[in-house]
């Protein structure tokens, strides 16, 4: 069973910064993708991110692409969203989730989710 810990989450001013955290227990985190959604209240979740278990491969939606990135550490079992030039649209709980596959391949069909974190971007 795997456990997923966002942190990181928090109030920002619209161009601001914020670094996201997801520390992962509970099985090997180096064989599967990871990824990031978010959602807002009343609306369907959206993916955000996703990184390949290697690392060298990312996935962006058009909406961030250029001011997020995603990375991983696979000693320290942790994948990380560092979110700059924020939007108040970016306001959102944000969902680190672990893929059920190697390599992301698109869809929200994640094998296990966190609980989530708050960001909330002010205008």
């Known amino acids: 069973q795997m456990q997923l810990a966002e942190s990181g989450g928090g109030l920002v001013q619209a161009g601001g910064s914020l670094t996201l955290s997801c520390a992962a227990s509970?099985?090997?985190?180096?064989?599967?993708?990871m990824a990031w959604f978010r959602q807002v209240a009343g609306k369907e979740r959206e993916f955000v991110a996703a990184?390949?278990?290697?690392?060298?491969?990312?996935y962006y939606t058009d909406s961030v692409k250029g001011r997020f990135t995603i990375s991983r550490d696979n000693d320290k079992n942790t994948v990380t969203l560092q979110m700059s030039s924020l939007k108040p649209e970016d306001t959102a709980v944000y969902y680190c989730?672990?893929?059920?596959?190697?390599?992301?391949?698109?869809?929200?069909?994640?094998?296990?989710w966190g609980k989530g974190t708050l960001v909330t971007v002010s205008s």
């Open positions: 989730a672990q893929d059920k596959r190697s390599d992301y391949y698109g869809g929200s069909d994640m094998d296990y």
């Open positions: 509970g099985r090997p985190f180096s064989h599967y993708a």
């Open positions: 990184i390949a278990w290697h690392g060298g491969t990312t």
